[in-house]
């Protein structure tokens, strides 16, 4: 589910819009309605670059023959090539010079038309020379006084100075746009993160993405889309070797010294009690038919008394409700009911726990919930 999400195998058509990917679909769809029809798309690696020119070249090849071509070390005869191809124009085994005379009679043609086609060059600044000398060549092609393609590239900040190259006169002279892409805003972090796991068919998004774990993800990749995903996929990795080794908290129950039973708590919750539908059964007149109840939780065990006759008590002191910790101990009549392996509770539920002689905490869901909103008001006043 991982690589569903965050990696390798995430479905092309996932895509998670946020403000500054929608404006720079906007200022594509723009830039390319106009008559001299070339854009330049400038962002760092793993800005989203890629994908956001993927989106266009669907919308574009609505009305058009488009061709996307990755510009790393690309040499002029596999630009020729592609284009073609990607064009449905058929070619054989020819001479650059004859592609060139098939690929300049497609474009005037289509753009007599009036159905330009479209050139995406991703990576544009990671171009050969000769490649870069062939571009401008195809930027100076006209039917009947028009531009007869329409072009967009993409690279990094060192994109702009392409069109400034002596030998880029042609493209230079077409007076491209430039749209440089902003990251993504916390608040957006928060929607990308979730949003592509429940995609990938994740449940409890909120619980594997809370807000303090958005924030750091956020802070980590400076909220690019690229360093996101790659910090995303460590996150739950991590989380994945921790849950594999975390031990499973245990009850042993004893009487006068003699241990009677233990129980694995691998249930979301266990009723304590003298009734034989209890889950943990005490026989010991002291001891309610339902007499108590252990929430387990992954970061917690709570212990709540269900209106006991005779209370309920943890490490001598008498409880309603209480976070259980390794070692502690419930006392029932002449039972002990000692907790091992219990998970650790974080530092903000440890403070808690010490403002309070006898712990009245709220359910943890409720816990978190809380501090949900405390985070979410916090960032409204940011």
């Not at 609505?62 to 073609?84: C, E, I, K, Q, S």
């Not at 990094?156 to 190259?165: N, T």
């Not at 902003?182 to 979730?194: C, S, V, W």
């Not at 592509?196 to 924030?215: M, T």
Request: net charge positive; charged share 25%; with cysteine.
């Amino acid at each position: 589910m991982i690589s569903r999400a965050f990696g390798e195998h995430t479905d092309a058509g996932l895509i998670v819009a946020y403000q500054s990917h929608q404006d720079a679909l906007r200022f594509l769809s723009s830039a390319l309605d106009r008559m001299n029809g070339v854009a330049l798309l400038r962002g760092p690696t793993g800005s989203g670059k890629s994908t956001i020119v993927k989106e266009q070249l669907a919308w574009s090849s609505r009305d058009a023959a488009v061709a996307m071509v990755d510009g790393v070390h690309l040499r002029p005869r596999r630009l020729l090539t592609d284009m073609l191809s990607q064009f449905g124009v058929q070619t054989a085994s020819e001479q650059d010079e004859q592609l060139l005379h098939k690929l300049n009679n497609f474009v005037t043609q289509q753009t007599r038309l009036a159905r330009p086609p479209v050139l995406i060059i991703d990576n544009a600044d990671r171009m050969t020379s000769s490649a870069q000398r062939l571009l401008n060549w195809l930027a100076a092609l006209e039917a009947r006084g028009n531009f007869a393609l329409r072009i967009i590239l993409t690279g990094k900040e060192e994109l702009s100075a392409l069109p400034r190259q002596n030998s880029m006169r042609n493209l230079a002279r077409r007076h491209p746009a430039t749209y440089s892409l902003n990251p993504l805003t916390e608040q957006e972090a928060i929607i990308y993160l979730r949003t592509r796991l429940i995609a990938a068919g994740g449940e409890r998004s909120d619980k594997v993405f809370p807000l303090d774990v958005c924030e750091r993800l956020h802070k980590l990749s400076c909220g690019w889309p690229g360093a996101l995903n790659e910090r995303a996929i460590d996150a739950m990795d991590r989380m994945t070797e921790l849950k594999s080794a975390r031990r499973v908290p245990r009850i042993i129950v004893s009487r006068d010294g003699v241990t009677e039973a233990e129980y694995e708590l691998t249930e979301r919750q266990y009723v304590i009690g003298r009734a034989e539908i209890a889950d943990i059964i005490i026989e010991d007149t002291y001891v309610s038919k339902m007499h108590a109840m252990l929430q387990v939780y992954s970061n917690a065990i709570v212990l709540v008394d269900l209106n006991s006759t005779n209370g309920t008590t943890v490490n001598s002191r008498i409880v309603v409700k209480s976070v259980l910790k390794s070692d502690d101990v419930i006392t029932l009549g002449r039972h002990r009911l000692k907790i091992a392996d219990a998970p650790a509770i974080s530092e903000e539920m440890g403070e808690a726990i010490k403002a309070s002689d006898t712990i009245t905490m709220q359910n943890l869901d409720d816990f978190r919930r809380a501090r949900a909103r405390r985070t979410v008001t916090m960032l409204k006043h940011k």
